[in-house]
């Protein structure tokens, strides 16, 4: 049996947040501040108005796919996932809307990273218990930067080690620690090591 490493892409594989921002700016006139990880009150109008709740997914959903290409890779994540694969499957798993897969997998290879990508909306526990179930893998170890994924998995595959990362540094420091992942880490080379670790000792988190 092989190890599985189940990852997150946005913020984790390619930044994201920074070049959202920028298009937010250049085609809509909206400023944003990621202050507290807390997407629901970082878009504000030039009137000084936030934007509702449902405005600001419509924004997610115009930079998703048209504007994906702004995305630039994180450092090093490219290299770690390389290592990686010599010794374990790798799936990215993704919050996208379906129709976007095709358009995420492209946008990977376009960094070297070619892996399976899976789509999902809502809590990712379900869809990693499916990975588990399929592999199954020797240990599983998941990569995520939202904690809200974290507690999902904890719950439902509470053997999963989960690994919390924010690779957006001006976004990191204001996100606090998952409660629900078993350790933090914003950068690739360390993270890297640690899931070598993990794959090394051969076992589940909770065993």
Not at 52 to 78: I, N
Not at 158 to 166: A, S
Not at 180 to 204: C, L, S
Request: proline letters at 5%.
């Amino acid at each position: 049996m092989k190890p599985l490493l189940i990852t997150d892409c946005d913020e984790v594989l390619l930044h994201m947040v920074r070049h959202f921002g920028t298009w937010l700016g250049e085609a809509h006139q909206i400023d944003f501040r990621m202050q507290g990880g807390d997407f629901a009150n970082a878009m504000t109008r030039a009137d000084g108005s936030v934007l509702e709740r449902e405005e600001m997914w419509t924004m997610l959903d115009g930079f998703f796919p048209g504007e994906m290409a702004r995305q630039t890779l994180v450092p090093h994540a490219r290299e770690a996932l390389a290592a990686l694969a010599e010794q374990a499957d790798i799936v990215v798993l993704t919050n996208l809307q379906d129709h976007c897969r095709t358009h995420r997998i492209d946008q990977l290879a376009s960094h070297g990273i070619v892996h399976r990508v899976e789509c999902n909306q809502g809590g990712k526990g379900p869809p990693v218990a499916r990975l588990v179930a399929e592999y199954a893998p020797s240990v599983t170890v998941f990569v995520d930067d939202l904690a809200v994924h974290h507690q999902s998995v904890a719950d439902t595959v509470p053997e999963v080690f989960r690994l919390h990362m924010v690779s957006e540094p001006d976004l990191a420091v204001h996100v606090a620690p998952a409660p629900a992942a078993h350790a933090r880490i914003d950068d690739w080379v360390e993270a890297q090591g640690w899931i070598e670790a993990r794959f090394a000792e051969g076992r589940g988190a909770q065993a």
